[in-house]
């Protein structure tokens, strides 16, 4: 999980940035993105793809993430914004702010099989790079465990749609919801 960090660290790039992202496929809630950069001897175990991790595990390996990153920052945005310009270009727009957050300016950065057209510091994108680099890895563990944690808050404040256990996701019960209830101001528009 870091052998795409030990080569750009062999080259003396000393802070790489892994950035993910998540909920683009939702159709309520925000695109949310992370911008991680581990130190060199980072070494907690079971740092994974987020998809794979248990909720459980998730929001400890987000405490641990938390304690040992160099630098942490989180992208946005909301529905609003995915229904005009497109749920790919507002991932990339809270790629970017991710990135522009963090407290300390990276020497390159992977992402999670997206190209940052207006990134000026060097970039790699991998296919799959949450599973195989540890710093989109931490990324992704990042953006979900924040993006979960706000949907289970939305469940209370617009209720019925069942955003505590989708967390936004097209099932049947946000199905049902929908029927009975309309789209509430978190819904994205195109996508119902």
């Known amino acids: 999980m870091k052998s795409y960090e030990n080569a750009l660290w062999d080259e003396g790039k000393l802070y790489v940035a892994g950035v993910d992202e998540v909920g683009r496929g939702p159709l309520a809630g925000p695109v949310v993105t992370a911008a991680v950069i581990l130190p060199k001897d980072f070494s907690v175990l079971g740092v994974d793809d987020s998809k794979k991790l248990s909720p459980k595990k998730r929001d400890e390996l987000f ?3 938390m304690e040992n990153a ?9 529905p ?3 229904d005009e310009i497109n749920i790919l ?8 702010d991710a990135i522009n957050g963090l407290s300390v300016r990276p020497d390159h950065v992977l992402i999670d099989a997206v190209k940052l057209d207006k990134l000026e510091i060097p970039q790699t994108s991998i296919i799959k790079g949450d599973a195989k680099s540890v710093s989109i890895a931490a990324a992704s ?14 469940d209370s404040v617009y209720p019925g749609y069942g955003f505590a256990s989708n967390k936004g996701y097209g099932t049947k019960l946000h199905y049902e919801g929908l029927a009975k209830l309309g789209p509430c101001p978190i819904h994205r528009r195109s996508f119902l």
């Open 70 to 78: 160099i630098a942490v920052s989180i992208g946005r945005r909301e």
């Open 80 to 82: 609003d914004v995915i």
């Open 89 to 96: 270009q507002a991932t990339k727009a809270a790629m970017l």
């Open 141 to 154: 563990i990042i953006a979900k465990v924040t993006r979960d944690r706000e949907m289970v808050e939305m």
């Open 63 to 65: 405490d641990l993430i």
